[in-house]
């Protein structure tokens, strides 16, 4: 017992001082955000009132009216729960698809060093397309259903992962690699034990900003074209000059964010417990 007592640190151990200290610095910090945000909203408020035009500008009043008509009566296009789920949808699968490729093709690149100068013109010359014109590209040949958007998302994500699994490849210590050399590991030993989990915080890293990205790609397909989606009601509330359409669409596209953002932190923790802290 004497031993456990001592094996036990001041750093490991969290005393009710401690804890209470960091709960209100928590409580400090979310208190500050919520002051930042009534600020900025009541400001924003008081001059759609007094000082700008809030035809151009709309105002917090009338984007919480917005919301609360789509959310309650419905879209132009529908119920706004299907304009969410399709452009989620789209999201979700051009995320998937384009995490996936972009981790594969940068781990493997990245230990393929001829392979990846050969192609390194090629992939910089891609990423350089501006992603717009992709979309339009997109909607030509995939129509306007939900290929187009999941393609668009796809591209936007694949890139930024791409080239973090990319470099994360690389930076493996050059001295663990030999010794697992030495001690008889396999190309598929090396990658599986070496160099993914050396990898893993750089892949991390491009996961937190690639749904974002993706996001993004769907809603750009849909106002390149669509039928329905977030980007529908964007590119409707444009045509008819309702500012507060526009705010409330990018409203619920940053909460969709946020979301993922939560849900990929926890991933993130999971997969990154055997890391010391």
């Given at each position: 017992m004497a031993d456990i007592a001592l094996a036990?640190?001041?750093?490991q151990v969290e005393t009710p001082v401690l804890a209470s200290a960091r709960r209100k610095i928590r409580w400090g910090i979310l208190a500050a955000r919520l002051a930042l945000v009534a600020l900025w909203l009541g400001s924003w408020e008081l001059a759609a009132t007094y000082w700008i035009d809030p035809f151009f500008y709309s105002s917090p009043s009338a984007i919480w009216q917005k919301l609360i008509v789509w959310f309650t009566e419905g879209t132009a296009v529908g119920s706004i729960w299907t304009q969410i789920s399709y452009t989620?949808?789209?999201a979700v699968f051009g995320f998937a698809l384009g995490a996936v490729a972009g981790v594969a093709m940068g781990v493997v690149l990245g230990r393929a060093r001829f392979l990846a100068d050969v192609l390194a013109p090629f992939i910089k010359a891609a990423n350089a397309i501006p992603r717009i014109v992709l979309a339009s590209l997109f909607v030509i040949w995939f129509g306007l259903g939900m290929n187009s958007k999941v393609a668009t998302a796809f591209v936007l994500v694949f890139f930024g992962v791409f080239f973090n699994a990319f470099q994360?490849?690389?930076e493996v210590s050059k001295v663990i690699d030999d010794n697992a050399r030495i001690l008889g590991a396999s190309r598929s030993q090396l990658m599986r034990t070496v160099v993914l989990p050396s990898a893993?915080?750089?892949?991390?890293?491009?996961l937190h900003t690639a749904f974002g990205?993706?996001?993004i790609g769907a809603i750009v397909g849909?106002?390149?074209g669509a039928d329905?989606?977030?980007?529908?009601?964007?590119?409707q509330s444009q045509g008819t000059f309702d500012a507060a359409g526009i705010y409330a669409a990018m409203i619920i596209t940053t909460v969709l964010a946020l979301l993922a953002e939560a849900v990929l932190t926890a991933v993130e923790r999971r997969l990154t417990k055997w890391q010391p802290r």
């Open positions: 036990e640190s001041p750093a989620l949808q789209e994360g490849a690389r893993t915080t750089w892949i991390l890293a491009s990205f993706a996001l849909e106002y390149a329905k989606g977030l980007g529908l009601l964007i590119s």
